[in-house]
């Protein structure tokens, strides 16, 4: 007989991520924070994604109201924060490179640097990644094969599932939904609506702490946090991080 789970995914390391995992702890949702070892402390704005206007990821003055805060945790704060027992810590590449044209030497430097660094800084083997701007090629995943790695996480948006299985055997994990998707309330229900089958069903969101910044219908805390009751009221699913996902696996060892 199958099980049910569901677990969430954020990427960046920002300083919003405290107030996603405190509605985690609320609700006791676990899931997986993807960070940059290299990226500690800095500081940026990212423009919206659909904003209308055009221009550099440097804050455009004609259009200050397409900005939000991408400010990354110091070190210490991440340390302090990401130990959260709810929370696995997963890699996100040591300096959020495009990944597409990685050669091995750069590979190797952007993914063994990222998981040995915060393998040390949190105390357990960092087993997960998310390919940073969803790119990737050949040297990385051969990089984060070397690295043990269980699972490499892409991108999913815009486009509803029809089911939710979930495929363990592949390293390259799709999630189930973003959480600015329109229908990811709608699915959630569907999810929670439907009895566990012979299969495992996954319902895996992945996001950005500022989207919830954007104050749209989607993009709000006060959104996530209905999501999130939604969960915490079903009697059969297990909240899990992205690791636990994998619990038989060989590579899953501490
Ligand atoms: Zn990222």
New binding site residues.
Partial sequence: MGEKYFTVSY??GLEQDRRIIALMERYGIRGTF?L?SGMFGKKSYIRRVGALSKGAAQKDSAHPEEYYDHFALSKSEAQRLYSHPNVEVAS?GAH?LVQTDLSPEEAEEEITRDFTELSELFGYRIVGH?F??DTYNQNVLDALKRNGALYARRVARFKEPKDFSFDRSSLILMPTCWQLDTYVKPLLQRFLDTPAGKDDMVFFMWG?GYELDYGTAQGSYDHLEELFKMVSKAGDVHCVTNRELYPDSPRNNK
């Fill in positions: 990427d960046d993807n940059s996100h959020h998310a940073p701007k950005h």
